[in-house]
């Protein structure tokens, strides 16, 4: 039975490896787009940067092409959502993942990060983040399970 299991797990993390792989590109991509909007958003804002909610109200399973559903979202001390703050083109129709752009500041100013998350057949949620600007490294993260199912 055990190495039952063994083969059920190695079939899960080929899934999940896939994932990451067209996740990750996607993200890049993302990130480039984003920050250039960031720039601009933060000059005009006394260097505070946009905080986006999930794009997503749940995870994606298997990296399943999704339309985000949250993009009219909006945090409670800010006014734009994604929809106000990303221009056509910028976001793809759908995405395999859900997306979140966290704010933060400390001593050396604001920053912000992006992260991304996804779910496996099996249920296991895993989450990336990228610290875009600011001085908290800690927020670059590579993918880490966070949540087993059972």
């Known amino acids: 039975m055990a190495a039952w299991g063994a083969f059920i797990q190695s079939i899960d993390m080929a899934t999940l490896k896939e994932i990451q792989d067209k996740v990750d590109p996607i993200l890049a991509a993302l990130a480039t787009k984003i920050d250039?909007?960031?720039?601009?958003?933060?000059?005009?804002?006394?260097?505070?940067?946009?905080?986006?909610?999930?794009?997503?109200?749940?995870?994606?399973?298997?990296?399943v092409?999704?339309?985000?559903?949250?993009?009219?979202g909006k945090p409670t001390d800010q006014t734009e959502s994604w929809n106000d703050f990303l221009q056509a083109g910028d976001l793809p129709s759908t995405l395999p993942c859900r997306l979140e752009c966290n704010v933060y500041r400390n001593g050396s100013g604001w920053g912000y990060y992006l992260a991304v998350e996804i779910e496996t057949q099996s249920g296991d949620v895993y989450r990336r983040s990228r610290n875009m600007r600011g001085s908290d490294s800690a927020h670059t993260v590579a993918w880490r399970k966070l949540v087993a199912k059972g």
């Open 65 to 72: 092409d999704t339309a985000p559903n949250r993009l009219s």
């Open 36 to 63: 250039t909007r960031q720039v601009a958003y933060s000059s005009a804002r006394g260097g505070r940067y946009f905080q986006g909610l999930w794009t997503s109200s749940g995870n994606i399973k298997d990296g």
